[in-house]
């Protein structure tokens, strides 16, 4: 009975031995991202080049695309504060609702993967998960700044009218 237990006990150790081992492991592994990259249009451009917390969270953006794990536990903290400061100095041209829940979605995002990192036994698949959704949600609150931009329908048709009306005109040949 007693050589049971003990080799059961062997076994449990073992298992933790194997399982913090992987763990290691995975935090070594770069965060895999998608490579997709939203372009900002160019009036939009104008305001966020002056927006300081902006170009901090872009820069962290590009950063992020050769980040390990571990990277992303050491940096954590920082990747939570840059997201709440973009969401607290948000420009007054750029405020809309879709912008500020946008805005709200990343900040939270950030708060979680903060929140996973600091637990006593980090789970490297939800912090690779968690990390990952951070550059797509600031792809999307990028597309909900090129929105504020777009023009409507109605400015889109008169355009086109004006261009239409320009190439019908007749052009006048000076002899």
Known sequence: MVLIIGCNQNQSEGSKESDTEKKTLALKQKVELSSEQVVLLPEAQEITNEWLAYITAQSEMENFKNYTLNDVVSNATPISEIMNSLKETLPAS??????????????????????????????????????????????????????????????????????????????LLEK
Do not use: H, M, W, Y
């Not at 998960?129 to 504020?148: D, G, H, R, S, W």
């Open 94 to 171: 750029l405020k809309s609702n879709a912008v500020q829940a946008r805005l709200g979605v990343l900040d939270t995002k950030a708060k979680i993967l903060k929140q996973l990192t600091e637990k006593r036994e980090v789970n490297p698949e939800e912090i690779s998960k968690t990390a990952a959704q951070i550059p797509v949600e600031f792809n999307n609150f990028k597309i909900q700044i090129n929105e504020l931009f777009l023009k409507t329908l109605e400015e889109f048709e008169e355009e086109l009218d004006k261009l239409e009306t320009e190439e019908n005109r007749p052009i």
